[in-house]
């Protein structure tokens, strides 16, 4: 089934990231960890995301346990290991919130086009999401966790627009970014980098101000929103 533009919209469903996008952390535990252990800001998380010891996690390969040890191994040397494996649990169990102004931007555009959310996430993103009580935000949520594979890799773009049900070159794409933008744009989908709100309400006038239009799935009337593809 594909999306057919019934108004002159530039697109025909939304890929979203997750984090940085919809969701934030708060890390203001582990960097008070880091300065009592008399470490610089940020150490942790760039031994945690570093390729060697996050892609298996976004992979689906280990869970946030085994994630923590590896986080422990690479911290080896410059703290002791109860105080690395302090800071690496305090990153895995970070508390998190969701932008309220980007949900429900989300949830207005999704009144007239697809949205996919396309993360690089965790096996726990369906807990993740339930927490945060937005569990029917999207359409469909592909996870590199759940597919094998993570941003900027083609494959998960072309995932994404097939879940859509909607042609590449007519999905909006957004995300924090460059690396991942940039990939989306060469298969020749729109790429918007997200840095705030104001930068999708520029690209979702049509939506957001009530203008809107309709989508055709194969009947006169259809809405997008109320298709085979809700979860």
């Known amino acids: 089934m594909t999306i057919t533009n019934t108004c002159d919209r530039p697109f025909d469903a939304v890929l979203c990231d997750l984090d940085n996008v919809i969701r934030?952390?708060?890390?203001?535990r582990l960097a008070e960890l880091e300065q009592a252990a008399g470490l610089t800001e940020g150490t942790?998380?760039?031994?945690a995301y570093a390729p060697e010891t996050d892609l298996p996690l976004l992979l689906g390969k280990i869970?946030?346990?085994e994630w923590v040890e590896a986080i422990v191994l690479g911290l080896a040397g410059e703290v002791s290991e109860p105080q690395a494996r302090e800071l690496g649990t305090a990153l895995a169990e970070a508390p998190f919130w969701a932008d309220e102004v980007v949900v429900t931007m989300l949830r207005r555009?999704?009144?007239?086009v697809p949205l996919v959310l396309v993360t690089n996430a965790t096996m726990e993103w369906e807990s993740d999401l339930e927490s945060l009580g937005l569990s029917d935000l999207a359409d469909r949520v592909v996870s590199s966790a759940r597919v094998g594979v993570v941003k900027p890799d083609?494959?998960?773009?072309?995932?994404?627009?097939?879940?859509?049900e909607t042609d590449i070159e007519r999905c909006l794409f957004i995300d924090?970014?460059?690396e991942n933008i940039e990939a989306a744009v060469?298969?020749?989908?729109?790429?918007?980098?997200?840095?705030?709100p104001e930068d999708?309400?520029?690209?979702?006038?049509?939506?957001?101000?009530?203008?809107?239009c309709t989508s055709s799935t194969g009947g006169p009337g259809t809405r997008v929103g109320e298709g085979p593809g809700d979860r």
């Open 24 to 28: 934030f952390y708060d890390l203001t």
């Open 154 to 164: 083609r494959e998960i773009y072309e995932i994404a627009a097939e879940q859509a």
């Open 176 to 178: 924090d970014r460059l």
């Open 200 to 212: 999708l309400q520029k690209v979702w006038g049509f939506a957001l101000d009530g203008r809107g």
């Open 109 to 112: 555009v999704r009144e007239h």
């Open 186 to 196: 060469e298969l020749g989908m729109t790429g918007v980098r997200y840095r705030g």
């Open 63 to 65: 869970g946030k346990e």
């Open 44 to 47: 942790t998380t760039r031994v």
